[in-house]
T-cell receptor, first 113, second 117 residues
Framework: KNQVEQSPQSLIILEGKNCTLQCNYTVSPFSNLRWYKQDTGRGPVSLTIMTFSENTKSNGRYTATLDADTKQSSLHITASQLSDSASYICALGRGSTLGRLYFGRGTQLTVWP | EAGVVQSPRYKIIEKKQPVAFWCNPISGHNTLYWYRQNLGQGPELLIRYENEEAVDDSQLPKDRFSAERLKGVDSTLKIQPAELGDSAVYLC???????????????FGQGTRLTVV
């Protein structure tokens, strides 16, 4: 079964601190892995996209890593800001059903001042 | 450039009533998706269009849900009749081509929050 599991379910950190979110998947065959940020009441916005040949991708203070062997990915947020408070969702593209993305439930991040 | 536009933003209806959602994708994007997102969950694909053709509708509950994409541009998603369990956010997204392919970006609209009472 094609599944995407994220941890933790929720996380609270203080402004300026770093954090790391985890994504484990069983989606196969792998095509690509994405991290999205979803603010409350908004649609998801793409942060990073990684294909099989990439094991790290950065977008400003966001850095995603991918280990295709262990089927794990992480999203590291550096020097968090209040505006980082959102749900962060991991999504997998599957090679045999091109066009479909499989989403995790997301990690709800809250940044406190 | 305008992003993906959806309307309405919010809709409250009584159960058994029909409801329709509208989506205008980014200009030039051939691929259009409808996703449903329940509270605390990730989006789940309902249907994917390549131009006018529905190429993946395996997750669409066809007894009550229908969708169309006339002329390969705008799309509507309809539910008739609505049930209490249909309460969710309905997201539309578009991409130049299938976002499962390589690094193709998918852009989401703000969604329509449906509440069935």
């Amino acid at each position: 079964k094609n599944q995407v599991e994220q941890s933790p379910q929720s996380l609270i950190i203080l402004e300026g601190k770093n954090c790391t979110l985890q994504c484990n998947y069983t989606v196969s065959p792998f095509s690509n892995l994405r991290w999205y940020k979803q603010d409350t009441g908004r649609g998801p916005v793409s942060l990073t996209i990684m294909t099989f040949s990439e094991n790290t991708k950065s977008n400003g203070r966001y850095t995603a890593t991918l280990d295709a062997d262990t089927k794990q990915s992480s999203l590291h947020i550096t020097a968090s800001q209040l505006s980082d408070s959102a749900s962060y969702i991991c999504a997998l593209g599957r090679g045999s059903t091109l066009g479909r993305l499989y989403f995790g439930r997301g990690t709800q991040l809250t940044v406190w001042p | 450039e305008a992003g993906v536009v959806q309307s309405p933003r919010y809709k409250i209806i009584e159960k058994k009533q029909p409801v329709a959602f509208w989506c205008n994708p980014i200009s030039g994007h051939n691929t259009l998706y409808w996703y449903r997102q329940n509270l605390g969950q990730g989006p789940e694909l309902l249907i994917r269009y390549e131009n006018e053709e529905a190429v993946d509708d395996s997750q669409l509950p066809k007894d009550r849900f229908s969708a169309e994409r006339l002329k390969g541009v705008d799309s509507t998603l309809k539910i008739q009749p609505a049930e209490l369990g249909d309460s969710a956010v309905y997201l539309c997204a578009s991409s130049p081509r299938g976002s499962g392919m390589g690094g193709t970006e998918a852009f989401f609209g703000q969604g329509t929050r449906l509440t069935v009472v």
